[in-house]
């Protein structure tokens, strides 16, 4: 009786919230105009360049521009796989912008890599550039005073939220659950796109949002990630993208957003905009040095930076999310297919979830049914290492296909993989664990994980990834990148599952470089290695019970066997890595079982639970 009416109530407010959801066009002008009495106009600097650092990334830019033609173009092109350079390269490209910034993400936190773009940003605004911020609304900026005082912050300076769930900017649980009742597919599709654009001129993109933990800043989860740093002409198309989003109708100005408009009309004055207060503040201080430091940009930027000639930036339109069966939405997604369709000798693919869309899988297929079929090596998380642990039970679920079917290496992330610890301790701190937020420190809304929908709503506790049996700092894949026959590769945005292909928009740069893709190669590769991950391959002996669990795999509900095709494997100490298809493979690497690492935990349960039950939630999760 209580679940009855708690699903009515649900029902009931979302149909109130739907039917009257929309801010009128008295209150828009109303706020408007409070914005525009109080938004600050004064600008530290009247110099035509808007007191612009001298950047060799921007240098290198506007010279790849300079010698571009239309049928010769020039790019320089950096692949950026440390978090530090990351985010130095953001910076110090913030600081070196003439005319205009543009930004655009999924996720927007108030830690400390969020608020240190976030002023860097208004500071340039106060320079005199114009900057633009387009924010998924669903996990961006969760602090609706933080957003009031946004609005006012600079004549110079602009916040749109994208797709907001029923025009607030801040979504409370019933709305979630009202949302899934009432309007789920229009809340189910997210702006899953990340790009910063300067001056039209260079901008990055690939998989980290304004979260500490996709710089290697968090003290217990971050992520392994990558960007690409990319300058010439494929920048217009970033433009070109970015206005198209800009300008669509769902994404939101914040006097349009029902809390915010309310907050702005009862605004006495506008709030002054705090200082920022870091919890490392040290760390901090070191990234802002290095973006100004000659010699640290030309060791860490300038020297991996490669010119070439043919790069294309591809994004999907935000049609996609209006009409995602129309061909056009999904540039970017058939792009990506149709490269992957053409690879003659190897795939190299670094994605957070394995959980192919019907496309891939088609793809995949048609490879693997060739006379020479390529290699396909598939990076990927373990259960001990992924925060979606619902996705990975579904990945769980189609071992057997990935492995047997389309012939997969499968390389699952370890936990506490040696690679991304060493890399992690360039970023570390000397300043002791970070102090719990007190007084006028931004409080975090959530935790937010680059899962799609399900996945990723929620308290801090529930986005938490599986207890493991050792303790200590923990890593997680995601990056998303592609590498074809050596000759090009893609950085992006894109998983690769079927949320990627037919519900967020995803946008990612193609460069059409040997040598780029061999660095790219050889970085996945390098998250392989026996110190960095396990290998999935069929268990050495095949009985009656794998035989059973073969039977409850391919049933779409009541998955409920628990042993499996494959399991996870770990090399034995003096023997060499090799491959699992190489006859020794066996004799040097011994089994580690399912989901080594995790404890027992109901984690472990849900995990079974969703392999078991959740197969038609794919598209969802």
Same mark, same amino acid.
């Given at each position: 009786m209580r679940q009855r009416w708690i699903a009515l109530s649900t029902l009931f407010i979302a149909i109130l919230l739907s039917s009257g959801c929309s801010v009128s066009p008295t209150r828009v002008r109303r706020a408007d105009a409070v914005v525009a009495a109080g938004i600050q106009r004064q600008l530290d600097c009247d110099r035509p360049d808007h007191c612009a650092i001298d950047s060799p990334l921007l240098d290198a830019a506007h010279q790849a521009m300079a010698d571009s033609t239309d049928t010769q173009p020039v790019h320089v092109v950096t692949l950026l796989n440390d978090s530090e350079a990351a985010m130095v390269a953001r910076i110090n490209l913030i600081r070196a912008a003439q005319r205009s910034i543009d930004v655009q993400t999924y996720i927007w936190d108030q830690d400390d890599a969020g608020q240190?773009?976030?002023?860097?940003?208004?500071?340039?605004?106060?320079?005199?550039?114009?900057?633009?911020?387009?924010?998924d609304q669903l996990f961006s900026f969760g602090d609706a005073a933080l957003l009031d005082r946004l609005a006012t912050a600079h004549q110079n300076l602009e916040v749109r939220l994208y797709n907001p769930t029923f025009h607030e900017a801040q979504t409370s649980v019933v709305e979630f659950s009202a949302s899934i009742v009432c309007c789920f597919m229009k809340f189910n599709q997210r702006m899953h796109n990340k790009l910063l654009l300067v001056d039209n001129t260079i901008g990055i993109t690939g998989g980290r949002n304004y979260q500490d933990r996709y710089f290697d800043w968090d003290d217990e989860f971050d992520y392994v990630d990558r960007d690409v740093m990319v300058g010439g002409p494929a920048a217009q198309s970033m433009a070109t993208s970015f206005t198209t989003f800009w300008n669509h109708k769902r994404s939101t100005p914040l006097t349009h957003l029902r809390d915010i408009n309310r907050d702005l009309l009862h605004l006495e004055a506008? !709030? !002054?905009?705090?200082? !920022?207060?870091?919890?490392?503040?040290?760390?901090?201080?070191?990234?802002q040095e290095e973006a100004e430091d000659d010699d640290w940009l030309d060791d860490a930027l300038v020297s991996d930076t490669l010119r070439t000639g043919r790069v294309e930036y591809f994004s999907d339109l935000p049609a996609k999310t209006n009409k995602p069966d129309k061909h056009g939405a999904h540039e970017f997604t058939t792009r990506l297919m149709h490269l992957v369709s053409s690879a003659q000798h190897e795939v190299i693919l670094q994605t957070p979830y394995l959980v192919l869309s019907d496309r891939a899988q088609e793809i995949f297929s048609r490879l693997r049914q060739r006379e020479t079929p390529p290699r396909i090596v598939v990076s990927t998380n373990s259960l001990a290492s992924t925060d979606a642990f619902a996705v990975y039970a579904l990945s769980y679920k189609h071992r057997k296909r990935y492995l047997k079917d389309d012939g997969f290496e499968i390389y699952e992330l370890k936990p506490h993989a040696v690679g991304p610890a060493e890399d992690n301790a360039q970023t570390a701190t000397d300043e002791g664990p970070t102090p719990p937020l007190t007084g006028n420190k931004p409080k975090h809304r959530r935790v937010g994980t680059d899962r799609g929908l399900l996945g990723s709503h929620g308290s801090a506790r529930r986005n938490r990834p599986a207890p493991l049996t050792?303790?200590?700092?923990?890593?997680?894949?995601?990056?998303?990148?592609?590498?074809?026959?050596?000759?090009?590769? *893609?950085?992006?945005?894109?998983?690769?599952?079927?949320?990627?292909?037919h519900y967020n928009t995803e946008a990612g740069v193609i460069v059409y470089d040997a040598r780029f893709a061999n660095a790219l190669r050889e970085s996945i590769l390098r998250d392989t290695q026996p110190e960095n991950a396990w290998v999935v391959a069929p268990r050495l002996r095949n009985s009656a019970s794998t035989a059973i669990g073969d039977i409850s795999a391919s049933l779409p509900l009541?998955?409920?066997?628990?042993?499996?095709?494959?399991?996870?494997?770990?090399?034995?100490?003096?023997?060499? !890595? *090799?491959?699992?298809?190489?006859?020794?493979?066996?004799s040097c690497y011994t089994p580690v079982g399912d989901f080594p690492d995790v404890d027992v935990s109901p984690k472990l349960i849900y995990t079974r639970l969703i392999t078991a039950f959740g197969s038609g939630a794919e598209g969802v999760l």
């Open positions: 240190l773009v976030l002023n860097e940003l208004l500071k340039a605004a106060r320079r005199g550039v114009k900057v633009r911020i387009l924010a506008p !709030p !002054p905009w705090p200082e !920022p207060h870091y919890t490392h503040p040290q760390r901090v201080a070191r990234v050792v303790p200590g700092r923990r890593f997680a894949l995601h990056a998303k990148s592609i590498v074809v026959d050596d000759d090009f590769a *893609m950085v992006g945005s894109h998983n690769f599952d079927p949320r990627s292909d009541f998955d409920l066997w628990p042993y499996r095709y494959a399991t996870s494997y770990d090399l034995k100490a003096g023997c060499t !890595p *090799m491959r699992p298809s190489d006859p020794a493979f066996f």
